[in-house]
């Protein structure tokens, strides 16, 4: 089954050329695009539920309405719709208030075609939540500041087997589930499997607090 797929962005060639890209793949569908946020809430509203996209990738800076507010807005209307930001290497502020929006993902705007499809299957078959590196360390160096660990999240970590700091390591690095089943010889499956079990184990939900939680307190 194709994942739907919507595209946010203020420049009518960038939308353009995207969803061209994305056409090339057998595996995605683009719905429709808008050129801000507003103009996506409205065409939202108008879709019937099975119309909806399942991931939308949208862009930061834009005019009438902002990809960040566009994002905290539509999480609490459209739960199950997850978010990839499009964004710029220096937007460090943005990059944190759209982690705390509801956004599924980030990655530069100029990542390649293969690189944002692969993104979106990740989110879609593995609620992943994936990062460009460079994205990844800034987000974790914004996020990493503060208190030491509490005594409940050092009894998590001495529970993690060492297969589970390796998989924790490749997060650290900014891998996808897919490089890392390559680096440790395994499935995707088996990475995902032993992610879930990491996150319930430090008492997380997502990637952003597994590596914070690990750069803090040394664990790879």
Not at 139 to 160: D, H, I, R, V, Y
Not at 166 to 191: C, Q, R, W
Request: charged share 30%; proline share 3%.
């Amino acid at each position: 089954m194709m994942i739907k797929v919507a595209i946010v962005d203020d420049k009518r060639l960038n939308r353009l050329n995207r969803a061209d890209e994305l056409s090339y793949s057998e595996k995605i569908k683009v719905v429709f695009t808008s050129q801000n946020g507003q103009e996506f809430l409205e065409t939202m509203k108008a879709l019937a539920q099975n119309n909806l996209p399942e991931i939308v990738l949208m862009d930061i800076d834009m005019p009438e309405k902002n990809g960040i507010d566009t994002v905290r807005e539509a999480k609490v209307i459209y739960p199950g719709v997850e978010f990839l930001m499009l964004t710029v290497f220096d937007e460090d502020e943005k990059i944190f208030e759209a982690v705390k929006a509801g956004a599924s993902g980030y990655l530069l705007k100029d990542e390649s075609t293969e690189t944002i499809i692969n993104f979106i299957q990740q989110v879609k078959e593995f609620r992943a939540v994936p990062m460009s590196p460079s994205v990844a360390r800034k987000a974790l160096k914004l996020l990493c500041g503060g208190s030491s660990f509490t005594q409940q999240e050092k009894t998590a970590e001495n529970t993690l087997t060492p297969r589970e700091i390796e998989v924790l390591k490749g997060l650290v690095e900014g891998l996808d589930y897919k490089e890392i089943a390559e680096k440790l010889f395994v499935s995707p499956n088996t990475v995902r499997n032993q992610i879930t079990s990491i996150y319930t184990k430090l008492h997380v939900t997502c990637k952003v607090d597994a590596v914070k939680l690990a750069i803090r307190n040394k664990m790879v």
